[in-house]
Nanobody, 124 residues
Framework: QVQLVESGGGSVQAGGSLRLSCAVH????????MAWFRQAPGKDREGVAS???????YYADSVKGRFTISRGNATNTLYLQLDILKPEDTAMYYC??????????????????WGRGTRVTVSS
């Protein structure tokens, strides 16, 4: 059974940085197509970044140039580096994964494994 455990959230001021981690248990992370989603209060869950099994990366327009998704094969962990944070980045951030698929994007129903989330708060 695949388990995803996020960490690294916190409170920062606008312009600051955070690095989120998603530890993968029960499967080899490099064999999963994985993504980060976020959900702000009162809003739908939205895709932020995804990484394929061949390390193709895909970003939402709102975070291009500011966020970077990566995967550590030795650590079996997915990362999301958040730079130049804005108040509108405030949300709960979720890690998601799907097996038996090389490419994945921002449709939540694509994913069969989810973490519980880590909260990011950006103040102005």
């Amino acid at each position: 059974q695949v388990q995803l455990v996020e960490s690294g959230g916190g409170s920062v001021q606008a312009g600051g940085s955070l690095r989120l981690s998603c530890a993968v248990h029960g499967y080899t992370a490099s064999r999963l197509c994985m993504a980060w989603f976020r959900q702000a209060p009162g809003k739908d869950r939205e895709g932020v970044a995804s990484i394929s099994t061949v390390s193709f990366t895909y970003y939402a327009d709102s975070v291009k140039g500011r966020f970077t998704i990566s995967r550590g094969n030795a650590t079996n962990t997915l990362y999301l580096q958040l730079d130049i944070l804005k108040p509108e980045d405030t949300a709960m951030y979720y890690c998601a994964a799907v097996s038996m698929r090389n490419y994945c994007y921002f449709t939540p129903l694509e994913y069969n494994y989810w973490g519980r989330g880590t909260r990011v708060t950006v103040s102005s």
